[in-house]
């Protein structure tokens, strides 16, 4: 398929062709739902922890003698059932990460891109590059746009002095097309990709 491509002062910059195999798809919502499930769960840290039986500081001498006192049998005070005992089978630190093979990597992030294509979300541009690392004149660029919620992926490296200008707008993400994925694209309102990334991407992909 084609796509017009633009400049960053909105500009015509002629057209790229789209490869149908990674842009054309019909996007699947369970193939998407379990790649941000996958990303997400690699960010989790997992340090969650609590004091166990054997963590807490108290004595383990017996609290009272077995018998004769009317009350339970009771030995540690250290048990869950008290105050400030430990607890029975609580957190404790693991991964959280589990296994998809690349080949549903890759399939996932195909389906990202075709959904936004699908969604009219997706923008080329000729390239990412600015003279002057200035936030000002970047940001007013952006809003001439329209670009509510951008992320911009360019090609192998980003370039120093937009990755600068970039970096004060909130509303703005840039990644090299190395660093593309499924759920940085679908929570930005507009894909914005470089005439390098398509490129990048689609050699990546095939």
């Given amino acids: 398929m ?31 739902h379990r790649m941000v499930r996958w990303q997400r769960a690699k960010q989790q840290q997992g340090t969650h922890a609590v004091l166990g039986r054997s963590d807490v500081s108290y004595s383990t001498k017996k609290i009272y003698k077995q018998k004769g006192t009317g009350g339970a049998r009771h030995g540690s005070r250290g048990a869950p059932i008290f105050r400030h005992g430990g607890t029975y089978k609580g957190p404790t630190p693991r991964s959280h990460e589990h ?24 923008v080329v541009i000729e390239n990412a590059e600015l003279a002057e690392a200035k936030t000002s004149a970047l940001a007013k660029q952006v809003g001439a746009l329209g670009w509510k919620r951008a992320l911009i992926i360019d090609g192998a490296e980003v370039n120093e002095n937009f990755a600068r200008a970039a970096a004060n707008i909130a509303t703005l993400d840039v990644l090299p097309s190395m660093g593309a994925n499924v759920y940085d694209i679908l929570r930005s309102d507009t894909l914005v990709l470089t005439k390098a ?9 095939k």
């Fill in 2 to 32: 084609k796509a017009e491509a633009i400049k960053l002062d909105g500009k015509a910059a002629g057209s790229v062709d789209l490869d149908d195999a990674i842009f054309g798809l019909e996007p699947r919502a369970d193939i998407l």
């Fill in 99 to 122: 296994d998809l093979t690349k080949k549903f990597r890759k399939l996932g992030l195909k389906h990202a891109l075709s959904a936004k294509v699908a969604a009219g979300e997706l």
């Fill in 197 to 205: 990334a398509v490129e990048a991407l689609e050699a990546r992909l």
